[in-house]
Structures are given as C-alpha cells and as structure tokens.
C-alpha cells in the first residue's frame, strides 16, 4: 500500500512539473509590431537589425521613381492622418502635425540667436539700440526729463516762468480767448456712441485670422524639403526563424524617414519621424495601383510596395546589430570602411546560419 502510495505521489509530482514546463514555454505573446503575429513560443532564433536604405542606388530607384517616391506617400498620409508619426524608434511618443511639419523645415542658414541671447539684448532694432546707447558706452539721458526741469536764472534758482500773452487780434488789442465754461443753463448735448455690430467683428476677425492662417501655411509649404530630397531611409526588422513553419523571415519593424546630409546644411543625417511599418504595409495594400514599385524593364507588371519589401527587392546596408552596448557599427569598428566590412560580413553569417539550421 505504501508503494502505491509513493508511486502516485510521484507521478503526481512528475504531471505538476511537465505542466509548469509547459506553462513556461506557452507563450501565447505576439510581437504587436509585426505583420505576421510570430508566436513567441515558435521563435527559436532572434536578431534585430538596423538597415539603411539609399533611394538614389540603383536597386532602390523603383520605390525613388518621380511622382510615386515612397517619402512622398509617407509625408502625404502623415498629414492627411493616415499615419501616426513618431519621435523615435521605441514608439514612446506620437509626435504632433506640427511638430512632423517644423522637422520638414529648411533650416534658417543665417545666424540664428538663442533665447539667453534674445534676453541679452541681442539682435535688437538699431534706432532701439542707438537710444539705449549714445555711443561713448553710456547710456543716454531721457530728453524728457531734461525738459521737465525749469530753466536756471544763474543764481542757483529757477528762473521764473513768463505769462503767456494773449494774441494779438490785428488791430492792436490782445483779445482773450472766450470761454464757455461755468456759464449757467448752458445745455451740452449728448454725444451718443456709434453702434457697434458684434456680427460683423466677429465674421471679420475670423477672415483675418483664416486669411493668416493660409498665408502662414502657404509660407511653411514653400520652405519645406521637397520629397525627392529625403532619399534615405532606415529600416528596424528582426530576423526570426521560426520553428512552426520551419523557415526564417525578416520581419520589419519601423520606417524612419532621414534627411540626407549633402541637402541638410549642417551637414548631418537627420532623422524626421519614425512609421510603424505595419501601418505602412496596410496604406500600401489599400490602393495596389497607386503605391507602386516601378518596374522599368515591364510597365504593364509594376508591384505594390508591400509586395517589394516582402520580396527584398532593395539593398540595405546594415549599420546595427542588437548588442548589449546599443553601439552601431562604425563606433564598434572605429571608420565606415571597417563598418563596410563587417555589415557584408553580418549577411553572409546569416545566410550560412539558416543554410545550417535547414541541414539540421
């Protein structure tokens, strides 16, 4: 009896670990990122890659071609709202139409003073800056108080001030000036005020103010990038082999639109706004014929856009691989020739790591 007894306490025992086993594996989490929900619990290999994206190569210059950029489609849904932008890549933070447009701006290339500067004193009118100064490095008197300080007699006193003679009517005589003023049962007629249509105020008002709001929209359009100057993008995808299905995927993250550094005038890559690419993919599966990769050996076959990412047919080079650090290559490897290097090194590691999974 007691041997029974121990031998169900075991395989009671053996059943409650095989079931914590199982309930640690299945994970039922999907990556809300993805366009295709990978089971957590299928992936057995993961690695987060960085591309950059050239829209000027060759091999990008069908999703570059004019009139159908796909930096245009991107700039066009943002501000139609089809698309939420966002300040970085962790999603963190929507950013506002504002805010996207003030990022598309031209930069002012002239000298552009800070705010302490402002509140020094700097880049004040010069007619301002000449009454503040006299020009010896002292600041000038007010000629107002000057000319509220009767005059000096010489002896230290005011000089006494002299009455003001009447005018001369022409025939020798001063006359005085009449007055009307403590005469009894003078009747002073009431000035009414004129009628004021608040109607017609506020309909004026809201002119103005819409007239001011097109002029400074019509002002913010025409220093804008253009969307064939923003040519390089950056692409956030991991590369996942799943288990399930027994092959791997590069499974694309974000979109972050660049401005390029020959157009920016400091001369730096500068980032504009980051797009979920699952949203990007259902923009471009909602209208096949008009997001198009253009197919110049076949006019009659171009491709949607969702179809080309899924097809790799772009050439991005890697610039980062997820590391404990979260440095990129060129500060790992210390130039961009060394980093060159490495990233065609990091692809030809991959393929050989799948090519040896699909041997196993």
Known sequence: MNRVKTLLGCVALATVSLGALAQEKDNRGVNPLSVREFNDADIMMKRTLWRRLDLKEKQNQPMFSKGNEITKYIMDAVKAGLLDAYV????????????????????????????????????????????????????????????????????????????????????????????????????????????????????????????????????????????????????????????????????????????PADVHPAGLEMPVATIKYKDLDKLFRSDPKKFIWFNEYNTAQHKNLADAFDLRLFNGRITKLSNPMDRDLISIYGSEKSALWKSIQVENELMELEHGLWEY
Not at 132 to 137: H, P, R, V
Not at 139 to 165: H, L, M, N, R
Not at 193 to 220: F, Q, Y
Not at 229 to 237: F, P
Request: net charge neutral.
């Open 88 to 259: 970085d890549q962790d999603m963190t933070k929507k950013m506002t139409m504002d805010e996207f447009v003030k990022k598309l701006q031209i930069p002012n290339q002239g000298q552009v003073l800070t705010e302490e500067e402002k509140k020094a004193g700097f880049g004040l009118d010069n007619a301002a800056a000449n009454n503040a100064n006299d020009g010896w490095g002292d600041t000038k008197k007010d000629d107002k108080k000057t000319a509220a300080k009767p005059a000096d007699d010489g002896w230290g006193a005011p000089a006494p001030q002299k009455e003001t003679q009447p005018v001369d009517d022409g025939w020798g005589t001063p006359t005085k000036k009449k007055t009307t003023k403590g005469k009894k049962g003078a009747v002073v007629a009431k000035v009414q005020p004129p009628k004021v249509d608040s109607t017609e105020i506020k309909k004026k008002m809201a002119e103005e103010a819409a007239a001011k709001a097109a002029a400074e929209a019509i002002a913010l359009a025409e220093n804008m990038y253009f969307p064939d100057q923003l040519s390089v993008l950056e692409i956030k995808e991991d590369w996942v082999f799943d288990r399930k299905r027994s092959r791997q995927y590069y499974d694309i993250q974000t979109v972050t639109i660049y401005i």
